[in-house]
């Protein structure tokens, strides 16, 4: 993580003297705070009227797993650990929580559900459905069957979520709970994204995010391909949900200005309430903004950055700092898993790519979301699977490094003893094709799994060394697919705006550039970048006028957003042509490993069917009618 700004810690924020971006004087420093729940943690950003960071903290939250493929997590919980870590960022950091104007989130797109009458968490866990974990998880894959069944309707609405609807969505997780509920227990249960959940929590307001119902739930904001609810009465009806569109479909959150309020991010949908200002040391009534899905929030945080481009990466019919320039750029936030987020003026349909999306962000435009399954967990199975493994591990402790970082010295060590012209120039002879967890975009098949040219016996660290840059290599090569499938599909993607752990990873990065042929922009925030993101959230929602009317997002994106670091294209011939000719082994390993499991499953079709075996297939049959929908699709 990049180091926080200084701070004087002699005198109080509140009693000094700042000028605000207007050129005005301001007696009291202004504070915005966002709210990053991860997977495994829950994140406090405390940024200033400039956008600097002023202070950071986290605290793990619970996932549980009941049994295989089921993830589920608690709002109790996750709430307790967002107090805590809002308190201790305020604290360590001397913050006076008077100055604080607005409060942003972002969270997983997981699914979180309360009682409409109590608004108490109903749980999630079967059979019983007696614990307070009321959140399925985005990487719950229990709804195998239920997802089958939505897509074999070939509804409209899901040309909105790439041709099909992931297991990862949640209007599966809902037909699941309908499906292993008491009807008496289901029929009290309304739901939420988890960010809309949060605001919730945090304002006792029943609004929702664009952000959270567009990209997952299956609604279609109101005049896009004739949508007048938003949510569509006859697909929730066709899969079984039609007691989800009574009351014009309160449980889900109603209709746009009838029964409901829907708005883009960061839009203020509240104030702190009393209660919640209290769990969180803070003083009641400060605006809050309409949360978003945690990727969209690392676009926010990364995409407005101050960096110098060459023009061939900048649209010239527009200024450098103007919201049209964003349409080029591709915010890619890196995790455990990949999300790529682009934004377009007017709908662009890609096959194995969610969306487009209006309004979701900034009302009027259209975002997109294409994505690899696993990258950093990708990165760690192969390294903990290879013999040299635990001597990699135990050298770089040594070191005091950790184990990427020490591999990456030892790729340099091996080129320089060869006196090669690059690091790429040793893996030449070696391909890797890395889906080892199915395959998001732009193939948006699970079946889709990993394969070797060129593998050898070779147990050494230099052996781990190449699989590990191999791995790096398909990483890179796989981005440059899915943005070629975006371009031509009508997106101009002529830049990277990256975020999250690997890009600490200097050769992924040069690896990235050279083999995509296009910048990669590494924020100043590497860390925080999302929760900054959500931060600024906060600031929009505070800039709301008595009418409700708030400033624009990218105004405040430029404003806050910090100078980052360009990773530009190689420059040398030899390892661009080397690049070009392995991305080309790469596609060809990708269409062949279809190829190959379409003739196998021709012969195999009818073979093993067996009256015993049958009953043991229900769910694999399932899957792989899921599969092969996606695949058609795409």
Same mark, same amino acid.
Request: net charge negative; aromatic share 6%; glycine share 8%.
């Given at each position: 993580m990049s180091s926080l700004p200084f701070r004087q810690p $002699?005198?109080?924020?509140?009693? =000094?003297?700042?000028?605000?971006?207007?050129?005005?004087?301001?007696?009291?420093?202004?504070?915005?705070?966002?709210?990053?729940?991860?997977?495994? $943690? #829950?994140?406090?950003?405390?940024?200033?009227?400039?956008?600097?960071?002023?202070?950071?903290?986290s605290e793990n939250i619970g996932l549980w797993q009941p049994q295989q493929g089921y993830y589920e997590q608690s709002t109790n919980d996750i709430w307790r650990c967002i107090c805590s870590s809002v308190q201790r960022a305020m604290d360590q950091h001397n913050v006076d929580g008077s100055t604080i104007r607005g409060i942003g989130f972002d969270a997983t797109c997981s699914l979180a559900v309360f009682s409409h009458d109590t608004d108490e968490p109903v749980s999630v866990t079967g059979p019983n459905f007696d614990n307070d974990h009321n959140i399925v998880l985005w990487l719950d894959h229990r709804p195998i069957e239920e997802t089958a069944k939505i897509n074999a309707t070939k509804h409209n609405l899901l040309r909105y979520v790439g041709g099909t609807m992931s297991i990862e969505m949640e209007i599966p997780k809902v037909l699941w709970l309908k499906n292993h509920m008491d009807p008496e227990l289901f029929a009290r249960c309304k739901f939420y994204d988890l960010a809309d959940a949060l605001t919730h929590i945090a304002t006792g307001n029943e609004t929702r995010s664009f952000c959270?119902?567009?990209?997952?739930?299956?609604?279609?904001?109101?005049?896009?391909?004739?949508?007048?609810?938003?949510?569509?009465?006859?697909?929730?009806?066709?899969?079984?949900?039609?007691?989800?569109?009574?009351?014009?479909?309160?449980?889900?959150?109603?209709?746009?200005?009838?029964?409901?309020?829907?708005?883009s991010a960061g839009e203020r949908c509240g104030t702190l309430s009393e209660k919640a200002a209290r769990e969180m040391g803070l003083p009641p009534g400060i605006a809050v903004g309409s949360g978003v899905i945690d990727a969209y929030a690392g676009w926010v945080g990364t995409v407005g950055a101050k960096v110098t481009l060459d023009a061939s990466a900048l649209d010239s019919h527009f200024a450098k700092n103007d919201k049209s320039q964003a349409f080029?750029?591709?915010?890619?936030?890196?995790?455990? $898993?990949?999300?790529?987020?682009?934004?377009?003026?007017?709908?662009v349909f890609v096959n194995g790519v969610w969306g487009p999306y209006r309004d979701v962000l900034i009302p009027g435009y259209w975002m997109a979301e294409g994505g690899q399954s696993a990258t950093g967990e990708l990165l760690k199975y192969v390294l903990e699977t290879h013999p040299a493994f635990q001597q990699a591990l135990s050298i770089s402790e040594s070191y005091n490094t950790?184990?990427?970082?020490?591999?990456?010295e030892h790729l340099r060590d091996m080129a320089q003893k060869v006196e090669a012209p690059s690091v790429s120039w040793l893996g030449r002879h070696f391909f890797f094709y890395g889906d080892l967890f199915g395959n998001r975009s732009p193939i948006a098949d699970p079946r889709m799994a990993g394969s070797i040219i060129g593998l050898s016996?070779?147990?050494?660290?230099?052996?781990?060394?190449?699989?590990?840059?191999?791995?790096?290599?398909?990483? #890179?090569?796989?981005?440059?697919?899915?943005?070629?499938?975006?371009?031509?599909?009508?997106? =101009?993607?002529? $830049?990277?705006?990256?975020?999250?752990?690997?890009?600490?990873?200097?050769?992924?990065?040069?690896?990235?550039?050279?083999?995509?042929?296009?910048?990669?922009?590494?924020?100043?925030?590497?860390?925080?970048?999302?929760?900054?993101? #959500?931060?600024?959230?906060?600031?929009?929602?505070?800039?709301?006028?008595?009418?409700?009317?708030?400033?624009?997002?990218?105004?405040?994106?430029?404003?806050?957003?910090?100078?980052?670091?360009?990773?530009?294209?190689?420059?040398?011939?030899?390892?661009?042509?080397?690049?070009?000719?392995?991305?080309?082994?790469?596609?060809?390993?990708? =269409?062949?490993?279809?190829?190959?499991?379409?003739?196998?499953?021709?012969?195999?079709?009818?073979?093993?069917?067996?009256?015993?075996?049958?009953?043991?297939?229900?769910?694999?049959?399932?899957?792989?009618?899921?599969?092969?929908?996606?695949?058609?699709?795409?």
């Open positions: $002699s005198r109080k924020p509140s009693r =000094q003297m700042s000028t605000d971006p207007h050129n005005e004087l301001n007696p009291q420093m202004e504070h915005y705070i966002g709210i990053d729940v991860g997977t495994g $943690s #829950a994140r406090a950003c405390i940024i200033d009227h400039k956008g600097d960071i002023v202070g950071l903290a959270s119902t567009v990209c997952k739930q299956g609604f279609v904001p109101v005049g896009v391909d004739g949508s007048v609810k938003g949510w569509q009465e006859d697909f929730l009806k066709e899969i079984g949900l039609e007691d989800l569109t009574e009351d014009n479909f309160k449980r889900l959150g109603g209709v746009d200005g009838v029964n409901g309020n829907y708005l080029s750029r591709l915010a890619a936030v890196a995790g455990t $898993s990949t999300c790529h987020i682009a934004m377009s003026p007017e709908p950790n184990i990427y970082d020490y591999l990456n016996n070779d147990k050494t660290l230099d052996g781990l060394a190449i699989y590990y840059y191999g791995t790096m290599e398909f990483i #890179a090569l796989q981005t440059r697919q899915i943005i070629e499938t975006m371009n031509k599909s009508g997106h =101009q993607i002529s $830049s990277i705006f990256m975020s999250g752990s690997q890009c600490q990873n200097d050769i992924l990065m040069k690896v990235m550039a050279a083999a995509c042929g296009i910048p990669v922009l590494i924020p100043r925030y590497v860390h925080a970048a999302v929760a900054h993101g #959500a931060a600024m959230l906060g600031a929009k929602a505070a800039s709301s006028d008595k009418s409700g009317k708030t400033e624009d997002l990218w105004n405040i994106m430029d404003r806050m957003s910090k100078p980052g670091k360009a990773v530009l294209p190689t420059q040398d011939k030899g390892e661009k042509a080397l690049l070009d000719v392995k991305y080309k082994v790469f596609l060809e390993q990708c =269409q062949q490993q279809q190829d190959i499991r379409n003739k196998i499953d021709e012969v195999v079709a009818d073979w093993g069917h067996t009256t015993d075996s049958k009953k043991h297939l229900s769910k694999e049959t399932a899957s792989k009618e899921l599969s092969e929908e996606m695949s058609k699709e795409a």
